[in-house]
Antibody, heavy 122, light 107 residues
Framework: EVQLVESGGVVVQPGGSLRLSCAAS????????MHWVRQAPGKGLEWVSL????????YYADSVKGRFTISRDNSKNSLYLQMNSLRTEDTALYYC???????????????WGQGTLVTVSS | AIWMTQSPSLLSASTGDRVTISCRMS??????LAWYQQKPGKAPELLIY???TLQSGVPSRFSGSGSGTDFTLTISCLQSEDFATYYC?????????FGQGTKLEIK
């Protein structure tokens, strides 16, 4: 069974930094592209970033480009999101999500974690 | 970025009804479209990808159609567990984008 467990969400002040983690199990982690998707309280879904199976390709939403960095450690079956220069509008539940097929990036989200809440507030 | 117009934003229906949700793109995306269901307090779940391919384990009362700019999610016979919020998502080009969501509520 695929399991994705996010952690690291806390309350942080504007301008602060935070690193989110996602622990993956139940599948061959280094075969799959991985994503971060977020959802502000009471709002819709927003794709944040993706990283290819080997870490060689990364993409970001314009809203986080230059502030957030996605990475992965395939030896630890883990995905990360380093978040710098945080803004109040970054407040959201952050989901880790696994892409569709192995070995290629499709861009849809076949499995999701339960999310970790990041609150940016003074 | 590709803009998506999802409609309606709120849909009231009864168990046993057939309902459709629409998603219109600002430009053609071939069949690079997915649909998700989200229940309160839960993560979204994938229903359909490639516009019409049913994700494994999803009941056959869910179906998707369309290509290019106009897409539809149909639920053929509503069950109580289907009352939730539904999102479309395009993965044709970056940034990937979602529709605004359709809340399906009990009439």
């Amino acid at each position: 069974e695929v399991q994705l467990v996010e952690s690291g969400g806390v309350v942080v002040q504007p301008g602060g930094s935070l690193r989110l983690s996602c622990a993956a199990s139940g599948f061959t982690f280094d075969d799959y592209t991985m994503h971060w998707v977020r959802q502000a309280p009471g709002k819709g879904l927003e794709w944040v970033s993706l990283i290819s199976w080997d870490g060689g390709s990364t993409y970001y939403a314009d809203s986080v480009k230059g502030r957030f960095t996605i990475s992965r450690d395939n030896s630890k079956n883990s995905l990360y999101l380093q978040m710098n220069s945080l803004r109040t509008e970054d407040t959201a539940l952050y989901y880790c999500a696994k892409d569709g097929p192995p070995g290629v990036t499709q861009g849809y989200f076949q499995h999701w974690g339960q999310g970790t809440l990041v609150t940016v507030s003074s | 970025a590709i803009w998506m117009t999802q409609s309606p934003s709120l849909l009231s229906a009864s168990t046993g009804d057939r309902v459709t949700i629409s998603c219109r793109m600002s430009q053609g995306i071939s069949s690079y479209l997915a649909w998700y269901q989200q229940k309160p307090g839960k993560a979204p779940e994938l229903l359909i990808y490639a516009a019409s391919t049913l994700q494994s384990g999803v009941p056959s009362r869910f179906s998707g159609s369309g290509s290019g700019t106009d897409f539809t999610l149909t639920i053929s016979c509503l069950q109580s567990e289907d009352f939730a919020t539904y999102y479309c998502q395009q993965y044709y080009s970056f940034p990937y984008t979602f529709g605004q969501g359709t809340k399906l509520e009990i009439k």
